[in-house]
């Protein structure tokens, strides 16, 4: 993995990143190109939507959706933003555009740009423009090329960061990631593995793997989930305790089954001391309701906040 993601590391976290990015399978280079292609470009509400196709890896092409605000000046503040799972596969990148059942009515380009936040969304493997293959195909013929479905869907997002980082009317200094469930395991995960990233959010979806084996929630995942070998070297709080100092907020529902409570109080525990260590207290903070695998108007509302006081 490139140098740029060990910037602003101690030689420990740097180590782990890149550990961590070996159990990934067999990526493409990191340096590849990147290529565009402006499909349309159209006006809704208050800001502008692109429609694009992104040359991110060697294998396919990447559809995404591009928003900025009308009314702000660029450089953007910017967020990558993750789709979620939820066994639709038509939706993918729409989602940033229409919302879906588990996210507040008012979709996320809306809300973002109407706070003054550029937002990228791309389709993820299997999903959107993406799909026509099930998830359980693409993952066995990758598995086959060495190659790990989470991990190919990983390298996308950091390659949609390259590609961010690369536009004049983005900040690369403000760069953010958010998404729920499926969404709120890649911004973590994302976040973890990219210094670049400066706020992380997560909604719905920061687990304890032990705690997930201990109430038999392994089903509540898809297949794209798995990584061979990961809890041989790596808790879920390992993951996340890459983050730190840079400032993560999660928000998790009491009743959902994919972030068992006592889960959330050993990453709670473990984060919260990281960083205290980090210096940086604040920057980590676990909200908690008395609600299922969806997002609130309270954890709405807490994002856009932190959002603005963060990034």
Known sequence: M???YKMADSDVSAS??????AL?????DRHLPITVTLI???????????TLVLSLNDVESVPAYLVKPLHTPPPYPVILYNHAHGNDYR?????????????QPI???QALTAHGFAALCIDHWCFGERRGRTESEVFKSMLWRG???WGMMLYDSLRAVDYLVSRPDMNSQRIGTLGLSMGSTMAWWLAALDPRIKVCIDLCCLTDFDALIDTRGLDGHGIYYYVPSLLNHFSAAQINALIAPRFHASYAGLFDPLTPPAGLDRIDAALTRVYAEAGAPAHWRLFRSASGHFETAA????ILQDLQDHL
Request: cysteine-free.
């Open 299 to 302: 954890m709405r509302a807490l």
């Open 147 to 149: 190659q790990v479905l």
């Open 107 to 109: 979709p996320y380009a």
């Open 24 to 28: 990934l399978g067999d990526l493409p």
């Open 2 to 4: 490139d140098s740029v």
């Open 40 to 50: 349309d470009q159209s006006e809704r509400d208050s800001y502008m939507v692109e």
């Open 91 to 103: 939706l993918g990148k729409d989602e940033l555009l229409t919302g879906r059942g588990g996210i």
């Open 16 to 21: 782990r990143r890149l550990q961590l990015y």
